[in-house]
């Protein structure tokens, strides 16, 4: 325990620094615990130290830590890997936030599952930067007609835009400024806006100094990864 909060107090302060090198505010960007593959007792321990927002990347993970946890009232579910859309119900009944809408179907599942007694499911549509193959998002000429849709459906409400840069990329910075030029862009058209969720436990200074307003932590939080059987990702 005593080793968990030193690392969440060693990130929270990457982060005050980064901060105030870009000339913000010390509230402008928070800190998502990136708590995949590590086991539920894991997130009881970094909730103890005063984190509340937590990111899983796989649905049945979820499902099993919010049953875990069920006695934390207050802690918040951010689903941020790919959504299958077989598996939206569950994400749809269980999550506060899902960061990943990559196309508008997945978004018209989500919308039309979400409880109609839960708050509205706050979502932010991922945009592949580094046009990498590999990566999920939709392409940055997409963004705009897809954040444009999403707004419009009910049960859900447009937090902001999501995306995985290219790793140790020479121009990480460009890509991440591409998400703040698109996120403006949508404001300019009058979508209100609040989330760029960028950075990860290498590049949360840069990120930040991008605009971040939401880093996705887990190494630098919990240490190495634990590894897990490859999960099938089926694309509609």
């Not at 007792?41 to 509340?52: F, I, K």
């Not at 959504?83 to 119900?89: I, M, V």
């Not at 140790?168 to 030029?181: K, N």
Request: charged share 20%; hydrophobic share 45%.
């Amino acid at each position: 325990m005593a080793d968990l909060d030193k690392s969440r107090q060693a990130v929270l302060a990457r982060i005050a620094v980064a901060l105030s090198a870009a000339g913000r505010q010390p509230d402008d960007c928070q800190l998502l615990a990136v708590s995949k593959t590590f086991p539920a007792e894991a997130v009881r321990q970094c909730y103890a130290t005063g984190q509340r927002a937590f990111g899983e990347n796989y649905v049945q993970e979820l499902q099993e830590k919010v049953v875990a946890l069920a006695d934390l009232a207050d802690i918040e579910w951010h689903f941020i890997g790919p959504l299958q859309s077989n598996k939206s119900r569950t994400v749809a009944e269980l999550a506060h936030w899902v960061h990943g809408i990559d196309r508008l179907k997945i978004a018209e599942r989500l919308s039309a599952q979400r409880p109609a007694h839960l708050p509205l499911l706050n979502v932010c549509v991922q945009v592949n930067v580094s046009g990498e193959a590999s990566k999920s998002g939709c392409t940055p000429a997409e963004a705009v007609a897809l954040a444009q849709a999403v707004a419009g459906l009910p049960g859900l409400r447009l937090r902001g835009l999501m995306c995985l840069p290219e790793p140790g990329a020479v121009d990480l910075a460009a890509q991440f400024a591409l998400l703040r030029s698109l996120s403006d862009t949508l404001r300019s058209t009058g979508l209100v806006l609040d989330t760029l969720s960028m950075g990860m436990s290498a590049d949360l200074e840069t990120a930040i100094a991008q605009g971040s307003t939401l880093v996705r932590v887990g190494t630098a939080l919990f240490g190495a990864r634990h590894t897990v059987a490859a999960r099938p990702l089926v694309k509609e």
